[in-house]
């Protein structure tokens, strides 16, 4: 007999109560997706992760003074959830925070209910859609990259000492351009686990927590280029 699929914990988190019911309503159209929790004010938004441990906050920036820092604090209570920041108005400098929140997405209040319940399955299967904002426009790279000149994201962006392999090079490369896994493994065709494998021994050997980390850290290591 075949197991029923496991289902996306989703905790919605925010202040207006239409909103809250809003995306309630769209997500329920989804058969993979269940909101396990809703959340008002950053101190329910606490005890909601610690007693349901969620696969993906949907995080409003103006839930408390610092919505970001309060991304981190989820982020710390379970390393494992998917955090996407929701703002009214998305910029450069919220891109910025959001990357430096370890965030997995960073969208529009406005975004299309499909677009949001695609990101949040990418997002609860590990990947960071926040990648395709920051990889996908020159400038906003161009400018973030800047903005971490000053700003360390660990030891691997001090000292690398474990060299890539020219493959994992090569897998980095396509990390860079917005490439999923699947596509990575059609275009050098080779199995979508063989790519897994690499990007796990790529985030390993730069120090990173993430794909945009690892990008960021080959990118101002000169081992990689945006251009």
């Known amino acids: 007999m075949e197991l029923p699929a496991k289902k996306i914990k989703v905790i919605v988190a925010d202040q207006q109560p239409l909103f809250r019911k809003g995306v309630e309503y769209f997500l329920s159209q989804a058969p993979d997706v269940v909101i396990c ?17 969620p696969d ?28 996407i920041v929701i703002s009214p108005a998305p910029n450069d400098e919220g891109l910025f925070m959001a ?3 370890r965030a997995a997405g960073y969208v529009s209040r406005n975004i299309a ?15 960071y859609p926040l990648n395709d904002t920051f990889l996908n426009q020159p400038k906003v790279a161009a400018q973030v990259l800047e903005q971490f000149q000053d700003f360390s994201w660990g030891k691997g962006v001090e000292s690398f000492v474990s060299p890539l392999t020219p493959r994992e090079t090569e897998i980095l490369n396509y990390m860079a351009k917005g490439y999923l896994n699947k596509q990575i493994a059609s275009n050098l065709d ?18 990173a ?18 251009s």
């Open 37 to 53: 929790a809703e959340a008002s004010s950053e101190p329910d938004l606490v005890t909601s992760v610690v007693n349901e441990v």
């Open 56 to 83: 993906v906050v949907l995080l409003d920036i103006s839930l408390a003074s610092d919505g970001m820092e309060l991304a981190r604090v989820v982020k710390q209570l379970v390393p494992s959830v998917a955090v």
């Open 99 to 101: 990357i430096k929140a």
């Open 113 to 127: 209910a499909d677009d949001l319940i695609k990101i949040i399955r990418r997002s609860a299967a590990g990947e």
């Open 190 to 207: 080779i199995s979508e686990q063989t790519i897994k494998n690499h990007v796990t021994s790529i985030l390993r050997k730069l120090d």
């Open 209 to 226: 927590n993430a794909r945009t980390q690892a990008v960021i850290t080959a990118v101002r290591r000169g081992i990689i280029s945006l």
